[in-house]
């Protein structure tokens, strides 16, 4: 399985730099995805799961059951005998819809609870010292998020911030996010950056590269595009680790507010349309 697996992680990795951030995933990493396609999900939270088992590391997910029936044949595809891994303790799966109702107090996580169970899981996927180094990747905040309670959805991000600082653990979470929108950008991506060490935004960097030079040109000429990406990007510090474009994005919206929007308008069109040539 090992062997398998690195063959593919090297020749994804050539494409994409999220590859290695989820394959070697540290302790105390806190990374975060936004998605819409749903086989970006999967190959995303493999990527994570596969790197911890052929580390000899523990691994958590916590999917919906929706999720798991397609993250599992996925994992088998790629070599992992996931019924081996379950049955030696290396990988633990928790159901997310179950688990989240054990800690929800009046729609808000009960933080004494929340991280009192997670401690559980956590000891028992350590197996003792049997995998001293544990990875988590779980999908409860973005069930909350999308039910519509953003802030329970923040408020269990920073409980699973305190999690990974305490028990010394990598952690991923993925939400179904539109990264072309603009309220994302203006309230959800500044929160995520609170609790978060590293943004995966979308899925092709190169394409979200050429997408956002292009747009920037378009929408305000090409001298001025040129000035205001130096000036921005060296002016800026990003509140947490992200491609360059998206730190161009971003930097845009907090200082040319007027332009952002149809920066990012024009980027998504040309983002999806580079998906179809």
């Excluded at 039910?147 to 993925?174: P, T």
């Excluded at 935004?201 to 030079?213: F, I, M, Q, T």
Aim: aromatic content about 8%.
């Amino acid at each position: 399985m090992h062997d398998d697996y690195e063959r593919q992680v090297e020749s994804e990795r050539q494409s994409e730099p999220w590859d290695r951030l989820l394959a070697d995933a540290g302790p105390c990493d806190h990374v975060v995805q936004l998605y819409q396609d749903e086989d970006f999900l999967s190959r995303a939270v493999c990527r994570f799961a596969g790197g911890a088992l052929a580390n000899g590391e523990g691994i958590i997910l916590v999917p919906t059951l929706t999720h798991w029936n397609a993250i599992r044949p996925r994992l088998e595809a790629e070599g992992v005998d996931v019924k081996a891994a379950r049955e030696r303790g290396q990988l633990t799966v928790v159901d997310a819809d179950e688990c989240l109702p054990r800690f929800m107090r009046n729609s808000m996580p009960d933080s004494s609870i929340f991280l009192g169970l997670a401690a559980d899981v956590i000891g028992q996927a350590r197996a003792g010292v049997r995998y001293e180094k544990v990875r988590w990747w779980g999908e409860m905040v973005n069930v909350l998020w999308e039910r519509g309670n953003a802030a329970a959805s923040m408020n269990l991000e920073d409980q699973f911030d305190q999690l990974a600082k305490k028990h010394d653990i990598a952690i991923f979470c993925s939400f179904l996010m539109d990264n072309f929108n603009g309220e994302v950008h203006t309230h959800m991506l500044p929160r995520l950056g609170t609790n978060h060490s590293h943004l995966i935004p979308v899925e092709n960097y190169g394409r979200l590269e050429r997408a956002v030079a292009d747009a920037l040109r378009e929408t305000v000429g090409e001298e001025e595009a040129r000035m205001l990406e130096n000036r921005l990007l060296s002016d800026y510090r990003p509140p947490f680790k992200m491609p360059r474009a998206q730190s161009l994005l971003l930097a845009l919206r907090q200082v040319l507010p007027s332009v952002a929007d149809p920066v990012l308008q024009r980027s998504r069109n040309l983002y999806t349309a580079s998906a179809l040539t």
